[in-house]
């Protein structure tokens, strides 16, 4: 029988499951058995690798995580284990492998084109940096569940009357914290896109304090400050309360949102559609909301979907000149 692999790979991310389940049903139903890699590319090194059936992926539709494990392989860069993978691959007889990861996933997956290994690479990692899509799965799931923590933690702050410090993930992008700023009315965001220094930081605390607002929320993105150190220096020189608050891996857990939900649906069965069609290395996308394919070794080239345009916006709303 023709066999379908799949893995998943790098930080998890909500919707992995979904879309894992999406490829199992969709296999089976073009007649294709499919193939499982435990956790990432570590499972196509190892050889780790089992057969995955309708009925295990009961249930997991709506559940975060990865039923088969996700993980982030640093031998995976060396190409004598690359080869390794590739074999093992061969080895497993499948007509292609779906790989359902980020950034890093991609670079995997351009790697194993280069030796041969016919591949389908689809995003899922909640920062949104595959810049081959709108929208990587988990990306929307994060940005609610980052909204929500910040909507709790604007509420308690502005009882006390504390100014807020609160970092979100991304790695080196501000998705979330740009789209859970906006959505949660934050009154700064920091993205590396657009790196605001201390003093930056501390004229638009001043004004904001100055204008009444008790409790300003700063939303962040990781990996720019220590928030904690940020934090304390702002209440000394302030002389004014503030908490710092990490989102950390809150953010990354839980069910999927609908919008992730249906996104899984969407690049499951296209993924398995290119292999009946005989379409390899590319990976799927949504573009203006309709799937597309990009060449992986296009994809991999390709540079950040940054949503320019909408921090733009939350700046015009929230550009200190523009208080009354
Ligand atoms: O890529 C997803 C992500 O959650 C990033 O936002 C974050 O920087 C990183 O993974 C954390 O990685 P780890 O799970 O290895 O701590």
């Known amino acids: 029988m023709r066999k379908i692999g799949v893995l998943t790979s790098g930080g998890d991310a909500p919707g992995m499951n979904a879309c894992l389940k999406t490829v199992v049903e969709m296999s089976y139903n073009y007649g294709y058995e499919c193939i499982a890699f435990r956790r990432g590319y570590k ?24 039923l ?17 993978a590739a074999e093992n691959v061969a080895k497993s007889g499948i007509t292609a492998l779906i790989v359902i990861g980020g950034n890093g996933t991609y670079l995997g997956a351009n790697d194993l084109a280069k030796l041969g290994v016919k591949v389908i690479a689809i995003p899922a990692t909640i920062d949104n940096d595959v810049h081959s899509t709108e929208s990587s799965l988990g990306f929307d799931s994060a940005v609610n569940n980052a ?30 914290a740009l789209y859970s700023a906006m959505a949660s009315q934050a ?17 638009f605390i001043k004004d904001q304090l100055e204008h009444g607002n008790n409790s300003p929320t700063l939303v962040v993105a990781e990996k720019q400050y220590n928030v904690y150190q940020l934090a304390r220096d702002i209440e000394h020189d302030f002389n004014h309360e503030c908490r710092a608050v990490i989102l950390g891996y809150m953010q990354r857990g839980g069910r999927p949102t609908v919008k992730d939900r249906i996104s899984a649906i969407r690049y499951g069965v296209a993924a398995v559609e290119c292999i009946d069609a005989g379409i390899f290395n590319v990976a799927i996308g949504l573009s203006n909301d ?3 394919t990009t060449p992986i ?15 733009e916006s939350f700046k015009l709303l929230n550009n200190p000149r523009n208080k009354a």
């Open 43 to 66: 499972g196509l090194i190892n050889g780790d690798y089992y057969k995955i059936t309708k009925k295990d992926v009961e249930g997991i539709f709506n559940v975060g995580g990865s």
């Open 68 to 84: 088969i494990y996700s993980a982030r392989s640093s031998d995976f860069k060396d190409i004598k284990y690359q080869k390794i």
């Open 147 to 176: 909204t929500n923590m910040i909507d709790n933690i604007k509420q308690t702050m502005q009882a006390n009357e504390r100014i807020s410090l609160i970092e979100c993930m991304g790695r080196y992008g501000g998705n979330i």
């Open 187 to 203: 009154d700064i965001v920091a993205v590396p896109e657009d790196p605001l220094d201390r003093e930056h930081i501390y004229r």
């Open 290 to 292: 309709k799937i597309i």
């Open 297 to 311: 070794a296009e994809a991999v080239q390709m540079h950040s979907n940054f949503r320019q345009d909408l921090y």
